[in-house]
C-alpha cells in the first residue's frame, strides 16, 4: 500500500502589544507579553507601543541646528571641491559651505547666502565648475535627507555657546517666549542670569551675591490683568525674587535667614518655604504684602524640613495645597490666614526635593520609590501609594542621586533625572501608571523646565554640568552624539511554559515618521547557548554595547536590518530558526540620523510540537 505523507506541523500565531513597559520584579514565567526585562532610551508611547527617545539640541536662542536648511546643487564639476569648502558663484556672488560630496554633478551645500544662477563656481579663487540649480531640500532618497540633516546639524552646532560662568547650570525656566538661565560666574563668587536672546545668551541681566543655589520658578498672574504674568524664582541661598521681563525685584520676608528654597502661587498669594517654616504672602500682593499682619499673611511651621509645594486642583473651595517635606506630608487647607488648617497626610513618607508634580495626582520622589498622593471628593480622603515597585532595583541602585523632575504633558509623562544622566519616564493615564522605562542622557540633568510658550506649543529645556543649555524632544541626536537605544522583550512562552515550539516567522508593525534604520533580534530560552546558533545576517553587530543584564544571550541570537523610509509601510517580517519554550525579541538601533519610531505590535508565526521532558 502507499505510504501516506507526513501532515504538515499546523502553524499557530500570536499577537501582542508591546506595553507594561520595563519588569525587574516580576518572575521571569509571571513577566507577561509585551513588557520588557531591559531597555534603554525607549519611552511608553500615549499611543500605544514603545517609542524611541526624542534627540536634544543645544540651546542659547539661536535657531535650533536641527531646524537649519540643507540644499542640493546641480553641478558639473572639473575640479576638486572637498567637504568644508565654501563654494561661490562666479556672477551672482552667492556663497555655500558644502556639506557634502555625492558625485561629481551633486554637492550638498547649506550656509547658503544670496541666489545662484547658472554660472561657474570657485573654491578659493579657483574655478572648479559650474552650477545649474540650488534646491531646497532635494535629496533623491529619504535615507539621504536623513544624512543630510545631519550634516547640517554638524555644521551650525558648533555656532550655539554656553551660557557664561562656570559649574553647572543652576536653574533654567520658561517666561513667555523667552528661556532664562542661571550660572555662577567664572571665579564662583556669585550666580548670574542670562536671556537666550537671536544671537546668543544676553550680557547678565542680574547678579544673585550668593552662588552655588539651586532655582525653583513660578510664573503667576497676580494683578487679574491679561499681560501681568510675572516669574517668580528662589534658590535658598538669597532672596526671592520677581521678573516682569526687564525688571527684578527682590522679595523680602518676615524670616530671620530669607533664603527660600521653594515656592509657590496659591489662593493669590505667593507661598515660600525656608527650611520647616512656611511664609505667605497677603493676596495678591506678593512682593509688599509680607509684614505679617493678622489675617493678611504670615507663617506656619511644619516639624520636618519643607522639601516641595504642589497646589491640588479643585474650585476656589475645594483647591489645597500639598506640602512635602522630608520624611512627612501635609496638606493646607482654607483660602485666607485666618481659615488655613494644617493637616498631616501621611508621617513616614515625604519627598526629595524637587521630585514633586502634577499629573493627574500628585507624584513625588521618596525612599520608598515613587509614591502617588490620589484625592477623593473635596480632599477628604487621601491615599498614598508607590507605584515603582517594578523598577525599584534600578531605584536602589542611584539612591542619593536623584537630581529634579518634570512633567511632559504632550506625552502623559513624570520623568525624574539622575546624576549619572539616567531618567525614569513613568506614563501616567487616566491616574493609572502605564508603565516606567529609562533614558539615558550623555550630557546629565542638573535643572529642567518643561512649559508652554505663547503659541501653546509645549517646550522643554534642561541646564547640564557643562554649562550648556538643552532643548530637549528636538532633533534625531543627543547634540550630535549617537542614540543608542534598546530594547528587550520578556520572554514570551504562548501561555504554555512547558511545550517546546518551532518557531517561524515574526511580523513587527511600526509608526515610522520619515526614515529609520534598526536592528532586530531574538533569543530563545533565557538564552540558552547549549542550543543550535542561527545564522546571523549581519557581519558586523555591536554586541557589546548592548548590555543585556544576563549570561548567554549573544551566543544564541538571530540579527535582521531594516530601514524604514516611508509614512505608511507593509510590516516587515523574517524568519526564525529554533526551537525552545520560550522566544525573546531585541530591538537595538544605534545612529543619529534616523526619526524616533514606535514599536506598535509583534506577531509570532509557531509550531507547537512535544511537552519538554525534563
Avoid at 303 to 317: K, R, V
Avoid at 597 to 605: G, N, P
Wanted: with cysteine; glycine share 8%.
Amino acid at each position: 500500500p502507499r505510504m501516506k505523507s507526513p501532515a504538515a506541523a499546523p502553524i499557530s500565531t500570536n499577537y501582542f502589544r508591546p506595553e507594561g513597559a520595563l519588569n525587574l520584579a516580576t518572575p521571569a514565567l509571571s513577566v507577561p507579553a509585551g513588557q520588557t526585562t531591559d531597555s534603554q532610551n525607549f519611552v511608553p508611547e500615549v499611543t500605544g507601543g514603545y517609542k524611541r527617545v526624542g534627540g536634544y539640541e543645544r540651546f542659547d536662542g539661536r535657531t535650533s541646528p536641527s531646524e537649519r536648511d540643507y540644499y542640493v546643487a546641480t553641478v558639473a564639476l572639473s575640479g576638486v571641491v572637498a567637504v568644508g569648502n565654501t563654494i561661490t558663484g562666479l556672477t551672482s556672488g552667492a556663497t555655500a559651505k558644502v556639506i557634502a560630496v555625492e558625485s561629481a554633478t551633486v554637492l550638498a551645500v547649506t550656509r547658503v547666502s544670496g541666489t545662484f544662477v547658472a554660472e561657474s563656481i570657485q573654491v578659493s579663487a579657483v574655478t572648479v565648475g559650474t552650477v545649474s540649480a540650488v534646491t531646497l531640500s532635494g535629496a533623491s532618497t529619504t535615507s539621504l535627507a536623513a544624512s543630510y540633516e545631519s550634516l547640517t546639524a554638524d555644521e551650525y552646532r558648533t555656532d550655539i555657546s554656553a551660557v557664561p560662568g562656570s559649574g553647572p547650570i543652576r536653574g533654567v525656566w520658561l517666561y513667555r517666549d523667552d528661556v532664562y538661565a542661571f550660572r555662577d560666574n567664572a571665579g564662583g563668587t556669585a550666580c548670574e542670569m542670562y536671556k537666550s536672546t537671536s544671537s546668543g545668551w544676553s550680557a547678565s541681566l542680574h547678579t544673585f551675591a550668593v552662588p552655588g543655589g539651586t532655582f525653583r520658578f513660578v510664573n503667576w498672574n497676580f494683578s487679574g490683568a491679561s499681560t501681568g504674568q510675572k516669574m517668580y524664582g528662589c534658590d535658598g541661598k538669597n532672596k526671592a525674587f520677581e521678573f516682569d521681563g526687564t525688571t527684578l525685584t527682590a522679595i523680602t520676608t518676615t524670616a530671620a535667614t530669607d533664603t527660600p528654597q521653594c515656592i509657590i502661587a496659591h489662593k493669590n498669594r505667593l507661598f515660600l518655604s525656608i527650611f520647616g517654616s512656611l511664609f505667605f504672602s497677603a493676596a495678591g500682593t506678593p512682593t509688599t504684602g509680607w509684614a505679617n499682619v493678622a489675617g493678611t499673611s504670615g507663617e506656619i511651621g511644619v516639624s520636618d524640613q519643607i522639601t516641595g509645594l504642589l497646589a491640588i486642583p479643585g474650585d476656589q473651595n475645594a483647591s489645597a495645597l500639598a506640602i512635602y517635606a522630608r520624611n512627612s506630608t501635609y496638606v493646607l487647607y482654607g483660602s485666607s490666614a485666618s481659615s488655613f488648617i494644617l493637616q498631616t497626610s501621611a508621617t513616614d513618607a515625604g519627598a526629595l526635593a524637587g521630585s514633586m508634580q502634577f499629573i493627574g495626582s500628585l507624584l513625588a520622589l521618596d525612599d520608598r520609590g515613587v509614591t502617588q498622593l490620589q484625592t477623593a471628593q473635596n480632599f477628604s480622603n487621601l491615599e498614598q501609594a508607590t507605584i515603582s515597585r517594578l523598577v525599584q532595583p534600578f531605584l536602589e541602585a542611584r539612591r542619593g542621586l536623584f537630581v529634579t523632575s518634570t512633567v511632559l504633558r504632550s506625552q502623559n509623562h513624570y520623568r525624574i533625572y539622575f546624576s549619572d544622566g539616567y531618567c525614569l519616564a513613568f506614563q501616567i493615564e487616566n491616574r493609572s501608571n502605564r508603565g516606567v522605562m529609562p533614558i539615558y542622557y550623555p550630557n546629565p540633568v542638573t535643572c529642567i523646565c518643561s512649559g508652554e510658550n505663547l503659541s501653546g506649543v509645549e517646550k522643554t529645556y534642561f541646564g547640564s554640568t557643562n554649562g550648556m543649555v538643552y532643548q530637549a524632544e528636538v532633533g534625531k541626536s543627543f547634540d550630535g552624539s549617537d542614540i543608542e537605544a534598546w530594547m528587550r522583550l520578556s520572554f514570551d512562552s504562548e501561555r504554555s511554559p512547558r511545550i517546546r515550539k518551532r518557531w517561524r516567522r515574526v511580523v513587527v508593525e511600526c509608526r515610522v515618521p520619515q526614515y529609520t534604520s534598526l536592528n532586530f533580534t531574538y533569543s530563545l530560552d533565557y538564552g540558552d547557548f547549549t542550543l543550535p546558533v542561527a545564522p546571523t545576517s549581519i557581519s558586523d553587530v555591536v554586541q557589546t554595547r548592548l548590555q543585556p543584564g544576563g549570561g548567554g544571550f549573544w551566543d544564541q541570537f538571530t540579527w535582521d536590518n531594516w530601514s524604514w523610509d516611508n509614512s505608511i509601510i507593509n510590516p516587515p517580517s523574517f524568519d526564525l530558526t529554533g526551537t525552545s519554550k520560550n522566544i525573546s525579541m531585541l530591538v537595538y538601533t544605534l545612529d543619529r540620523v534616523s526619526d524616533p519610531f514606535t514599536l506598535q505590535s509583534i506577531t509570532l508565526h509557531y509550531s507547537p510540537r512535544r511537552v519538554e521532558r525534563a
